[in-house]
T-cell receptor, first 113, second 111 residues
Framework: DAGITQSPRHKVTETGTPVTLRCHQTENHRYMYWYRQDPGHGLRLIHYSYGVKDTDKGEVSDGYSVSRSKTEDFLLTLESATSSQTSVYFC????????????FGPGTRLTVT | LAKTTQPISMDSYEGQEVNITCSHNNIATNDYITWYQQFPSQGPRFIIQGYKTKVTNEVASLFIPADRKSSTLSLPRVSLSDTAVYYCLVGRMDSSYKLIFGSGTRLLVRP
C-alpha cells in the first residue's frame, strides 16, 4: 500500500481562525489531491498538485489555498475558517497510469464552530 | 465526463454474489470505467478498472458489454465486511484530476 498520512485526524476550530491540514506521502508520487466529503455531495475536488510548486484549482476551491514545497507534502489551508467548511477532508495520490487510480488517506474531520 | 447512474442501495446476505450495475449511456471512446469502495470513516479505495469485456482481480470482477453503456461490478460470496458504499466512475485516463464521485450504491450485507 502507498504510504499516505494526514494530520491532524480531527480538529475543532472557531470561525475566522486559520487552519492548515497536512498530507504526507512516502513514495514520491507526482500527483496529489485534496477532496472534501459532505453528506449529499459525495467527494468534491478542492485543489490538486502535479509537482513541486505546481498546483491548480478544483471545483470547490474558494476559501482554500494549497502549497507543495516538497514532493512528499501537500498542505491545505483555510485562511479564515467558516462553518460551511465543516467537512471530512481527504488527501489522495495518483498511483496508477491514469488519473482514475488514486489512493486515499484516512481523512481529517474538521469542525468549525 | 460521462454521467453515471447506480442504484442508491442494495441488500444482500453473507455468501451471496452481489452484482452492482452502473449506467453510463454517453461514455466516450477514450473513457475507462473505475470502481471504488468506501467504508464508514475511511477514504475511498480503488477496486477495479476496465475498458471493455471482463476484468478480474482478487477482489472483484468487472463486466463491460460491447456497447460499454453500462458496467457491472461483481463481488463473489460477500461477507459482512463488504458492507460499504460503491462508486462507479467514468473518465479518461489522461485526465489530470477529474474524478467525479456520485452518490454511489450503499451495499448492506446481512448475516
Amino acid at each position: 500500500d502507498a504510504g499516505i498520512t494526514q494530520s491532524p485526524r480531527h480538529k475543532v476550530t472557531e470561525t475566522g481562525t486559520p487552519v492548515t491540514l497536512r498530507c504526507h506521502q512516502t513514495e514520491n508520487h507526482r500527483y496529489m489531491y485534496w477532496y472534501r466529503q459532505d453528506p449529499g455531495h459525495g467527494l468534491r475536488l478542492i485543489h490538486y498538485s502535479y509537482g513541486v510548486k505546481d498546483t491548480d484549482k478544483g471545483e470547490v476551491s474558494d476559501g482554500y489555498s494549497v502549497s507543495r514545497s516538497k514532493t512528499e507534502d501537500f498542505l491545505l489551508t483555510l485562511e479564515s475558517a467558516t462553518s460551511s467548511q465543516t467537512s471530512v477532508y481527504f488527501c489522495a495520490i495518483r498511483i496508477g497510469q491514469g488519473a482514475q487510480e488514486q489512493y486515499f488517506g484516512p481523512g481529517t474531520r474538521l469542525t468549525v464552530t | 465526463l460521462a454521467k453515471t447512474t447506480q442504484p442508491i442501495s442494495m441488500d444482500s446476505y453473507e455468501g451471496q454474489e452481489v452484482n452492482i450495475t452502473c449506467s453510463h449511456n454517453n461514455i466516450a471512446t477514450n473513457d475507462y470505467i473505475t470502481w471504488y469502495q468506501q467504508f464508514p470513516s475511511q477514504g475511498p479505495r480503488f477496486i477495479i478498472q476496465g475498458y471493455k469485456t471482463k476484468v478480474t482481480n482478487e477482489v472483484a470482477s468487472l463486466f463491460i458489454p460491447a456497447d460499454r453503456k453500462s458496467s457491472t461490478l461483481s463481488l463473489p460470496r460477500v461477507s459482512l465486511s463488504d458492507t460499504a458504499v460503491y462508486y462507479c466512475l467514468v473518465g479518461r485516463m489522461d485526465s489530470s484530476y477529474k474524478l467525479i464521485f456520485g452518490s454511489g450504491t450503499r451495499l448492506l450485507v446481512r448475516p
